[in-house]
């Protein structure tokens, strides 16, 4: 392993205040369909445990995927190369596949000296041909092959009551009803047992350095977390649904919520009882998250770990639960591409702050990277973010890219192929999106929200843009990211 000071050389960044007299060990705890709703970010969601976490480190308010669906978001992170570099934009590709010997960042920390382990969903799930991705983890992952549509609870005698009443007449999800409350345990569900398997690793981790990547399954649909965390919402108290769709914004922009809703031809739009129950399940599924954080954060601390451990958490891409029409994932609107994201490192220079910085998931590596002293892998797209965690005053990035192709799952069509990209950026104040021709390169739609305003992607203003300088930055930046056909 190349010492530290040979890393700060090819940083450029001055990561010592990080660093104990030992190597820093490294918990990566990612969510599933997680958009920011968490106490820490000003959400009713209650979720003591990562406040806890927010608390030790910096929460990162402006933070961006690079593509709004699991395996194209998952797979940029961890490999460091945006969508377009790995040419992956759907789920039912394993980018393996595409790019057979590239460096992961669990990879990336075994070859230098880490023991590195996985309990639950990190890289995508039940779409991979390979599983997961065995060549990253000193021993074999955990949970993390599965289908949430299999997530039915794991019980002896028969199932209890369900309490959730309004979504019956909805699709199911995969052999799950929608949404379900039943009075079960934690560990009836995945994520219950994702976390009992990871609290039953740390102690095998003691002599470290450890790399410990722990995959949330949660809030991701069917809405089925158990009823005790039904109970600690009124549902009165959740934020009501505003469906209004953005004015002038092109049809391209939305999708058809065919994840939620089923097949267009079969789709049943929610009564209002449906969508409040399905938003109050969501928010169940945070909460439940959680607390299956916190005993991970408990066994770090009974083991004497956690003192000298990075935690990050992130979630791979935001959602929809009504808003602008739209029920999950895959576009570039704000709700789908922003995410939440903690970075708390041992002896941090600031704790518990937060800062509206641009940050984008790329920028994971990099910066894991410098605070535990590891080189820079090769060609990683991404910025350290260790600036900020010294300063959030500071900014590293003047954009942060998002893309989405359309059909959005391009996958499932007989050509396989998109016939349009959206490519999307985020500055300090805008969002300002291109549609283009996936053959000719041809702008087909433009999007201009400004992010100012109280509500900001409720008015695409691209034909009456009222600051023309922003606007014109942003072109050039995304151009510059993105570069037209010629």
């Known amino acids: 392993m190349k010492s530290v000071s040979a890393a700060l050389l090819l940083t450029g960044l001055s990561i010592l205040p990080h660093l104990h007299a030992a190597q820093p060990n490294v918990l990566l705890i990612t969510a599933d369909d997680l ?8 959400s009713v969601a209650k979720t003591p445990n990562l406040d806890a976490i927010a608390a030790r480190g910096t929460t990162f308010t402006k933070a961006y995927c690079q593509q709004a669906v699991c395996n194209p978001s998952r797979s940029s992170m961890l490999t460091g190369l945006r969508p377009g570099t790995l040419g992956l934009y759907v789920n039912g590709t394993h980018f393996r596949e ?27 799930n039940w779409h991979t041909k ?11 992952e955990f949970l993390h092959y599965a289908n949430h549509g299999d997530d ?16 019956e007449g909805l699709r199911k999800y995969g052999s799950v009803g929608m949404c379900e409350s039943y009075d079960v345990s934690d560990e009836a569900y995945y994520d219950g047992r994702v976390a009992a398997e990871a609290v039953r690793i740390i102690p095998e981790l003691k002599n470290g350095p450890f790399f410990l990547a722990v995959g949330f399954w949660k809030p991701h649909a069917p809405f089925n977390a158990p009823k005790k965390y039904w109970d600690i919402y009124d549902r009165a108290q959740i934020p009501a649904l505003n469906p209004t769709r953005p004015a002038n914004a ?13 097949p267009p031809d079969q789709q049943k739009q929610p009564t209002p009882e449906q969508i409040a129950e399905m938003r109050h ?7 439940y998250m959680d607390a ?48 939440p994201l903690i970075i708390a490192p041992p002896q941090a220079k600031q704790r518990g702050v937060q800062t509206a910085a641009l940050a984008e998931m790329l920028d994971i590596f990099p910066t894991l990277n410098a605070l535990c002293g590891l080189p820079a892998a090769p060609g990683l797209e991404g910025t350290s973010l260790v600036p900020v965690l010294d300063d959030p005053s500071a900014t590293v990035k003047r ?18 192929q998109p016939t349009t990209m959206g490519y999307s950026i985020r500055t300090a104040n805008w969002r300002y999106t291109e549609w283009r021709n996936w053959q000719t390169g041809a702008i087909e739609a433009r999007e201009l929200y400004d992010h100012t305003s109280d509500q900001p992607e409720l008015d695409n203003v691209i034909a009456n843009p009222p600051d023309k300088a922003a606007l014109k930055e942003a072109e050039k930046l995304l151009h510059a990211q993105f570069p037209l056909k010629k």
């Open 35 to 42: 958009r920011p709703e968490l106490g820490c970010y000003g």
């Open 98 to 124: 595409l790019k057979p010997d590239v460096t992961t960042l669990p990879l990336w920390f075994k070859e230098h000296g880490y023991t590195t382990r996985c309990s639950g969903k990190l890289f995508h």
């Open 130 to 140: 390979e599983k997961g991705d065995a060549r990253s983890w000193s021993e074999p």
């Open 152 to 167: 039915t609870p794991q019980i002896s005698g028969p199932l209890p009551e369900n309490h959730a009443k309004f979504c």
């Open 250 to 262: 092109p049809e391209i922009a939305f999708h058809q919520s065919t994840e939620i809703l089923g």
């Open 281 to 287: 399940g969501y928010f169940a599924g945070i909460s």
């Open 292 to 339: 299956q954080v916190g005993k991970v954060i408990a066994a770090l601390k009974e083991h004497g770990l956690l003192d000298n451990t990075v935690i990050v958490f992130w979630g791979d891409h935001g959602y929809h639960l009504g808003e602008h029409g739209l029920w999950a994932k895959t576009s570039n609107f704000e709700l789908d591409a922003r995410v």
């Open 399 to 416: 954009g942060a890219f998002t893309q989405h192709p359309r059909p959005a799952y391009a996958d499932r069509t007989p050509s396989k």
